[in-house]
């Protein structure tokens, strides 16, 4: 419902009105945005200053976080496209380590049919992975032993 200019009463509601829209607006569920946003702009176009400048300002204000909101909205989109691209990456780089460690195991099946040894050809990894579990290995057998001769 619009207030009509003439009355000074009505005048000073409206312009309470308008400027708690400005200033409270902005927490406004979405649904009642639709219908702040034509009664602010009808404000903005009556003659009387006070009236007007009020509804420019809730204006102003509500329309700062429509911009806020959009700028939030663009950085998460390009924080999910940079996403995408780090994953994309990764799937490559796991890919030409799949790639790598079959041609590794290629060489090394073709190194043990001419006589050279898969052992010779094992990458050090896979020999620090066995020198762990060696020493791990001793490290459990030392109760067990120890467990023997309480027993005997």
């Known amino acids: 419902m619009m207030l009509q200019e003439t009355q000074p009463e009505q ?7 308008l400027w708690l829209i400005g200033v ?36 102003l204000a509500m329309t ?21 691209r780090q994953i994309q990456r990764v ?5 030409q380590q799949q790639q790598a460690h079959q041609q590794q195991q290629q ?6 049919r001419e006589g050279g ?6 990458p050090w990894q896979q020999e620090r992975f066995l020198q762990e579990q060696e020493q791990d290995l001793q490290v459990r057998r030392w ?3 120890s467990l023997l001769w309480h027993l005997l």
């Open 64 to 84: 700062a976080v429509v911009l806020e909101e959009a700028s939030a909205l663009e950085q998460a989109e390009e924080a999910v496209l940079h996403m995408q």
């Open 11 to 17: 005048q000073l509601l409206c312009a309470r009105a």
């Open 91 to 95: 799937r490559q780089l796991q890919q």
């Open 117 to 122: 040894g898969l052992l010779r050809e094992m």
């Open 24 to 59: 409270c607006g902005t927490d406004l569920p979405n649904q009642h945005w639709s219908a702040a946003y034509p009664l602010l702009v009808h404000y903005m176009s009556v003659q009387d200053l006070v009236l007007s400048l009020t509804a420019l300002g809730a204006v």
């Open 107 to 112: 060489q090394g099946r073709d190194a043990g």
């Open 143 to 145: 109760p067990c032993k």
